[in-house]
């Protein structure tokens, strides 16, 4: 099955730095590459995603890049602010189970702290 | 705002006693997960519903049991809480038909205490 390393597993930024996280993947026949953020008290909520025929997308401060042939993704947080300190997790679906549904494999977490 | 939701959100209870943490979603998703997130952050899956009447077995060995008796609700039962089986519980659910990449809706979570 598939494996999805996440590194590191805690980083703190001062306010304004950039922030990068970085996911490595075992299964090439992955093509879905989501990020989860989690805040306190809250559960994972998808924040940006991207499919294997990309190489990178962005959404405001947010972008993510993928490298299929080295079978790595990244997480970049620009300008990050302190509401950007939250868990962040990758994941990868890890191939076909059952009916025809997917199983999204995540990585341990990044724990992100922003300094004011 | 995902409309999934979870109770109770806290539990604290004594060894030996029987609980069910409830999961509710109202966006008429087929897929139903429920993870256990351990101190460390990493979430395990311990069950999973393609469906009504469908339960499957997580990567992560649970004493806990499931039911799918309406496509809405997907409850989390144990016989016999212990104190290893103090964690926080997230439920989630995601469409099953389609494509590949189907976000998972997860709802706030149940932080059980087993004393």
């Known amino acids: 099955g598939e494996n999805v390393e996440q590194h590191p597993s805690t980083l703190s930024v001062q306010e304004g730095d950039s922030a990068v996280i970085k996911c490595t993947y075992s299964d090439s026949a992955s093509n879905y590459f989501p990020w989860y953020k989690q805040e306190l008290g809250k559960g994972p909520q998808l924040i940006i995603d991207?499919?294997?025929?990309?190489g990178e997308k962005k959404d405001q401060r947010i972008a993510v890049t993928l490298n299929k042939t080295a079978k790595h993704f990244s997480l970049h947080i620009t300008e990050t602010q302190p509401e950007d300190s939250a868990v962040y997790f990758c994941?990868?679906?890890?191939?076909?189970?059952?009916?025809?549904?997917?199983?999204?494999?995540f990585g341990k977490g990044t724990k992100l702290s922003v300094i004011p | 705002e995902a409309d999934i939701y979870q109770t109770p959100r806290y539990l604290v209870i004594g060894t030996g006693k029987k609980i069910t943490l409830e999961c509710s979603q109202t966006m008429g998703h087929d897929k139903m997960y429920w993870y256990q997130q351990d101190p460390g952050m990493e979430l395990h899956l311990i069950h999973y519903?393609?469906?009504?009447?469908?339960?499957e077995k997580g990567d992560l060995s649970s004493e806990s049991t499931v039911s799918r008796i309406r496509t809405e609700h997907f409850p989390l039962t144990l016989e016999s809480a212990r104190p290893s089986h103090t964690s926080q519980y997230l439920c989630?659910?995601?469409?099953?038909?389609?494509?590949?990449?189907?976000?998972?809706?997860f709802g706030p979570g149940t932080r059980l205490t087993v004393l």
């Open positions: 989630a659910s995601s469409e099953l038909w389609g494509t590949a990449d189907n976000e998972q809706f």
């Open positions: 991207i499919r294997s025929n990309v």
């Open positions: 519903s393609y469906g009504v009447n469908s339960t």
């Open positions: 994941a990868a679906i890890g191939g076909v189970s059952g009916a025809g549904s997917y199983q999204l494999t």
